[in-house]
């Protein structure tokens, strides 16, 4: 299902880039970017590949997803040349939204419809190629929040729908209410946090036969500033990893340890800085051995495997 770059999310599904843009931290620097500098990012993402961008209504609380609209109205290039990913159904308590008294979830009907109207107008497009569900909500009522998300596809609002952070049994709940397949779950996984390897998450994919996105992949950035013995251990093992295949970026041989997996894992990049992106897209081109990966997962969980 990867082709020039690209991985299809399931079978006939939406395609991404097989690495891809999170606009999380996008207005987390000192100064806040103006339209052309969100333009030239855009820019240079789609130059080194990076053709979809990962969003979520909550995202730099409730403001990323209208800067990045307001930069990609000045971007030259095409809306059909690239993937808009958004999320919902994170409630927070926020000056931007005075009605959320405390932080709660909402797979409503009406909820998932409003932010995704909102969504639409911040981002300037029509619709999303692929919208998520945030976190799992427990009042979630399966019926009609796939009913909502039906009618969202239906109307040409959202190519394809998926869920983020959500257990084998949560996906297969709605999944099971759904007249066609969820694209994703996005899950956090990186080489500081391997749960998924032995949860069920990463089974469940290659079972179904989707394609899990992958949020802080670098697990947060603590990879590189973590003073604990574990992050010590990592960075040793990628740094001999890194001598054995001529890589000259520690991060670029995390991203490629998730890549080596079989269930076809897509991180989603997290770094504002152009020189950083170029940087860890070149795990693409990284091959790992099977003791390669191996000595690299003894490294995390601190002992051989069993």
Known sequence: ???DGRIALTRDGVSLSRLVFGAWRLLDGGVRPDADQVARLIGTAVDLGLTSFDHADIYGNYEVEAAFGAGLSRWN?????????????IMLASANRPQNRLKHYDTSAAHINASVDRSLGNLGTDYLDLLLLHRPDPLMDADETAAALAGLVKAGKARAVGVS???PSQFDLLASRLPFALATNQIEMSV????????????HA????????????LGGGSLFTGKESREARVRAALAAVAAEVGAGDLAAVAIA????HPARLVPVLGSMKPERLAAMVKAQEIKLDRQQWFAILEASEGRPVA
């Open 77 to 89: 290039g095409k809306r059909e040349e690239i993937e808009l990913i958004s999320k919902c159904d």
């Open 192 to 203: 500081l946090k391997t749960s998924a390897l032995t949860d069920g998450s990463l089974d």
């Open 257 to 260: 340890w998730l890549l080596r």
């Open 206 to 217: 290659q079972r179904l036969a989707y394609a899990p996105m992958i949020w802080s992949p």
């Open 1 to 3: 299902m990867s082709h």
């Open 165 to 167: 952070n959500f257990t």
